[in-house]
């Protein structure tokens, strides 16, 4: 069957008739979750490829473009290692996927881009059809507990309990019973405290804290109690322990941001979120995953502690392509392509000068 491709904005129909259709859409392929991205970077250009078969728009492919010192380079999509890829319904065929990644390597030439990255989904990560092969190829570990059913809040929790490491068993329970507070809160006074704890979280750590533009940029795209929540954890004092902010699509829950004042570190409250959360979820939106979000396979200590909530592996892939006339990554140090592409990935660093 011969596809046709065509370009549009992710709040275009065609793309809205993928997204709806296709079982393995995450989050990062919603509209509101692209929108925010073209919130963050207004300078980088957004686009989506769709592919027609008879008329129907049967599969899709988000796109995201930044201009740099190295020339142009495309994400899909870019910022913390969003999935991107190929979002498709149970009618595209593997011809519609392949011309899709044809159109995307042309697209590419016609630009002039330097490096392209396609993240792939961790729930289809077989579905990047091309006969070009990546030029480098980076693997991560994404991670999902399923949620299960239940008649009552007390077996939904057991029911979650089960499934739980024992020590994780252990930590939850402590949790709980070390009397915190557990509410959600629609205030910009409890975005801004998220915020400014994940940056001292990060910080103690030596991480890449989002910025507090990026929280901003949640309450201005997303709408609360439907797209996100931020969890709280405080004392019977009133002192902040823990927060959470996690998003909601479709059948999943989105493990965004959590933190923990270093204080309350050893009393567990972040555990008794993730339960709260979980069980809040699986209750009141019949929600069906908690996506943990990648994990580099060199990050033992983040897998093990995600793994004992009973998850499920799901691995994927950055596939990277470097096109003709693209500086040679052995002259190029990770300063100059973090300052030239925030939020973009270009190459992998190991391949770099420094």
Sequence with gaps: MRSRIVEVSSGDALYKDVLNSSEHALFNHSERYQEFLRRLMPACEHSCLVAMEDEAPVAALPLMVRHGPFGPVVNSLPFYGSHGGIISTE?????????????????????????????????????????????????????????????????????????????????????????????????????????????????????????????????????????????????VEGECASLMLVFYFKGFVEYFTPCVAGRHRSGQPLSALILTAMADAAIE??????????????QDGVYHFKSRWGT???????????????????????????????????????????
């Design 285 to 298: 939106r019949g929600s069906e995953w908690w996506n943990w979000g990648g994990t580099w396979l060199t």
């Design 312 to 354: 499920q592996d799901r691995r994927y892939h950055y596939c990277i392509w470097a096109y003709p006339g693209a500086p040679e990554p052995a002259v190029l140090t990770r300063g100059q392509l973090a300052d030239g592409y925030p939020h973009f990935y270009t190459l992998p660093y190991g391949v770099l000068a420094s």
């Design 91 to 235: 009618q595209a065929s593997e011809a519609s996927r392949r011309a899709l990644v044809d159109a995307f390597h042309q697209r590419n030439a016609e630009m002039g881009v330097s490096w392209a990255t396609l993240i792939t989904n961790p729930l289809a990560p077989d579905n990047v059809v091309s006969d070009r092969p990546p030029s480098y190829r980076d693997e991560r570990i994404g991670q999902f507990t399923p949620l299960p059913k239940g008649a009552s809040r007390a077996e939904i929790e057991e029911s979650l309990l089960a499934r739980c490491h024992q020590k994780t068993r252990n930590m939850i329970r402590k949790g709980l019973k070390a009397g915190y507070r557990i509410s959600h809160d629609p205030s910009r006074e409890a975005m801004e405290e998220l915020a400014a704890l994940h940056l001292e979280n990060m910080s103690a750590i030596g991480g890449l804290a989002k910025s507090r533009e990026v929280f901003k940029a949640i309450r201005e795209v997303f709408e609360y109690d439907v797209d996100y929540r931020v969890y709280r954890a405080e004392t």
